[in-house]
């Protein structure tokens, strides 16, 4: 699996946008971008995931640039309660599926 | 849609004993992978379970052990337990093991503890 790298911790105002960056330069042709957050004593949260192009869900965008070498995930109107470890992982190969994590970003949001 | 249920939320056990944690899967997910998350850290793959047969498996000991049921619900068994084996665990559920188009979706996990 390509491995992941992300700022250990970012800071965002409540009501603004958060922009979490990811750098994947060694992701293959049939890799997808996963995005999942943990808070605390909960289980991993799916959040969003892609291939190739940008993707939107109810909860956030996922923006994959052409060369596919990293990615960013965009709360658009962050809340208090997005405060939390995102995690991004590149999932596919021959890891029959399994996700890797890293050490992910925390994400803090303030009023 | 019923998501991913795990039991119980917490455990306390002694060294050298054995561990049943029990799994139920999303409803439609047919494939349960297990996962170990120490304090402070990102989880761990442990294995991977699909139509009843474990079909992949992370760095983890034999002592380590799984089921899936005809209904795809699954168990974790850990034996002879060590104090490092203290953790959350957590379970996954998802459609087609190694269709990578498919999210998993996790269950909040067991607290266990060693002592």
């Known amino acids: 699996d390509a491995k992941t790298t992300q700022p250990p911790s970012m800071d965002c105002a409540e009501g603004r946008a958060a922009n979490l960056p990811c750098n994947h330069s060694?992701?293959?042709?049939?890799?997808?971008v996963y995005w999942y957050r943990q808070i605390h004593s909960q289980g991993p949260q799916y959040i969003i995931h892609g291939l190739k192009n940008n993707e939107t869900n109810e909860m956030a965008s996922l923006i994959i640039t052409e060369d596919r070498k990293s990615s960013t995930l965009i709360l658009p109107h962050a809340t208090l309660r997005d405060t939390a470890v995102y995690y991004c992982i590149v999932r596919g190969g021959t890891s029959y599926g399994k996700l890797t994590f890293g050490q992910g970003t925390i994400l803090t949001v303030h009023p | 849609e019923t998501g991913v249920t795990q039991s119980p939320t917490h455990l306390i056990k002694t060294r050298g004993q054995q561990v049943t944690l029990r799994c139920s899967s999303q409803?439609?997910?047919?494939?349960v992978s297990w996962y170990q998350q120490a304090l402070g850290q990102g989880p761990q793959f442990i294995f991977q379970?699909?139509?009843?047969?474990?079909?992949g498996r992370g760095n983890f000991p034999p002592r380590f052990s799984g089921l899936q049921f005809p209904n795809y619900s699954s168990e974790l068994n850990v034996n002879a337990l060590e104090l490092d084996d203290s953790a959350l665990y957590l379970c996954a559920s998802s459609l087609d093991a190694g269709r990578y188009n498919s999210p998993l979706h996790f269950g909040n996990g067991t607290r266990l503890t060693v002592t």
């Open positions: 379970y699909y139509r009843e047969e474990e079909n």
């Open positions: 409803s439609g997910h047919n494939t």
């Open positions: 060694t992701i293959s042709g049939n890799e997808y």
